[in-house]
């Protein structure tokens, strides 16, 4: 068995020593019998890196520049197609590019379907909590009133928005209300670029579209370690969790992923979910689910989402862990809890 190893390096915060990732999850890939990647394309975006490995024709060029459009397309305050919308006024009909819009059509469909676990809608509160890339600098001294939260969830939600595929604008009907595809917008990338190269291993900050096998292992949310490993193929993962981005007030860990209440998700639990790896066909599914089962936790609710969308799901708390469906990852630390 031929082991392919890359050469060690750093990307904002990121170690590399075949692959081993210190983001949302860590990766060693091993070739395999069969494995035919031969084009490697690296860089930045989304604010994260990318690492892609394919043997297909598209060109690096095409791919950087690619991920370098939708990047800005994305961004919920930058010169593109989502920031164009959050500035516009209430009633301004707004064109954006194809790509922009079936994003936003898988993301309204999945908040949906998740009563708003998952919301691209909910960018009033992330800047309410100073999560929003303006303003987070990883440290806060107090957190939002009652008032202020309310009065943010008021514009929240993908009801401010309307839709228009036979123009293909987006059109908001509130004024206040934002649009974010940050926990969609990497795995609808990996997801096209996949489309783009025909296979190998897609790697979109972390969130993956693997057709050769790769040994992956899951980040540990309180340590350095791994909780999880498993050699899979022809699959996609997104993991989320409250370890990357997040501040402290008062002892209190306050996270980027807000949930239905206007909260940060298990704010007020006991026994928060504190890192949701997904497994399924579509990494962007798997990117949107994993932010909505931070919010649901494990409930019936997170079991027939799962179930609806064909995905498996592996949370942990810190008390240990709860499978939903067939997760292909091996649990190497802490206690079943389901």
């Given at each position: ?21 210190a ?25 994260s ?39 516009a006024a ?7 590019a ?20 998952f919301?691209p809608?909910a ?66 990338a ?19 579209r693997l057709?050769?096998?790769?040994k ?19 699959i ?32 007020f ?31 019936p609710e ?37």
């Open positions: 068995m031929l082991h392919r190893r890359f050469a060690p390096r750093t990307r904002k915060g990121l170690r590399l020593a075949g692959y081993i990732l983001l949302l999850l860590a990766v060693v890939p091993t070739a395999l019998p069969g494995c035919t990647a031969e084009k490697t394309v690296t860089g930045n975006a989304f604010g890196y990318y690492a892609i490995e394919y043997s297909g024709d598209a060109e690096p060029s095409e791919i950087r520049d690619f991920l370098a459009r939708l990047d800005e397309d994305f961004s919920a305050e930058g010169t593109g197609d989502i920031g164009r919308i959050n500035r209430a009633g301004e009909a707004v064109t954006v194809e790509h922009t819009f079936r994003a936003l059509t898988l993301a309204f469909e999945i908040s949906a379907a998740t009563g708003g676990a919301d809608a960018f009033p509160l992330t800047v309410l909590w100073r999560f929003s890339p303006s303003l987070y600098t990883g440290t806060g001294s107090s957190i939002p009133s009652e008032d202020e939260i309310a009065a943010a969830l008021e514009i929240s939600g993908t009801e401010h928005f309307m839709l228009d595929a036979e123009n293909m604008t987006v059109t908001k009907l509130t004024e206040g209300a934002m649009l974010d595809l940050g926990a969609i917008g990497k795995g609808f990996a997801d096209a670029v996949w489309d783009m190269t025909r296979g190998g291993v897609v790697d979109v900050g972390a969130t993956f057709g050769e096998s790769v992956m292992y899951i980040q540990n949310p309180r340590g350095s370690d791994y909780v999880a490993e498993a050699t899979i193929s022809d996609a993962i997104s993991t989320s969790g409250d370890y990357q981005r997040f501040y402290t007030v008062n002892g209190k860990r306050i996270h980027h992923i807000i949930a239905r209440d206007g909260y940060p998700s298990g704010f639990s006991d026994t928060p979910v504190i890192s949701v790896t997904v497994a399924g066909a579509s990494a962007a599914v798997c990117d949107a689910l994993s932010t909505a089962f931070m919010v649901t936790a494990y409930t997170a079991v027939s989402i799962a179930a609806e969308y064909g995905v498996s799901a592996l949370m942990f708390t810190e008390a240990g862990y709860y499978e939903i469906g067939d997760p292909p990852f091996e649990v190497v630390f802490g206690e079943k809890l389901n």
